[in-house]
């Protein structure tokens, strides 16, 4: 068998494609969680109308997703690295 060394930047992808999976974690529990804070078994005649939308699609739904946009632009801005996809020096090239 060959001696193989690892690539590193299969470290930093691996750290990047769990970042975004906990990311999306994130997104759904902060959407669904204030929908469902705000909107959950409220009656009809008690939902409030913010903009031409309910109020719990609106925080949710809208703000939410503006927000965690941004959070996700900082995100990939400081931790995911911009890396090329062509073999290293030193290894053979196909």
């Known amino acids: 068998m060959e001696n193989f060394k690892?690539?590193?930047r299969f470290r930093q992808c691996t750290k990047e494609?769990?970042?975004?999976?906990?990311?999306?974690?994130f997104n759904l529990l902060v959407t669904g969680g204030i929908s469902l804070w705000i909107g959950y078994n409220k009656p009809v005649s008690e939902v409030d109308i913010v903009m031409?939308?309910?109020d719990?699609?609106?925080y949710?739904?809208?703000?939410?997703?503006?927000?965690?946009?941004?959070?996700?632009?900082?995100m990939v801005k400081l931790f995911f690295k911009?890396?090329?996809l062509e073999a290293e020096e030193g290894g053979e090239k196909k």
Not at 17 to 25: A, P, R, S
């Open 82 to 84: 911009d890396m090329s």
């Open 56 to 58: 719990w699609f609106f």
């Open 60 to 74: 949710g739904g809208i703000v939410g997703w503006f927000l965690l946009m941004i959070g996700a632009y900082f």
């Open 6 to 8: 690892e690539d590193r």
């Open 52 to 54: 031409g939308f309910p």
């Open 17 to 25: 494609m769990w970042m975004t999976i906990l990311f999306f974690i």
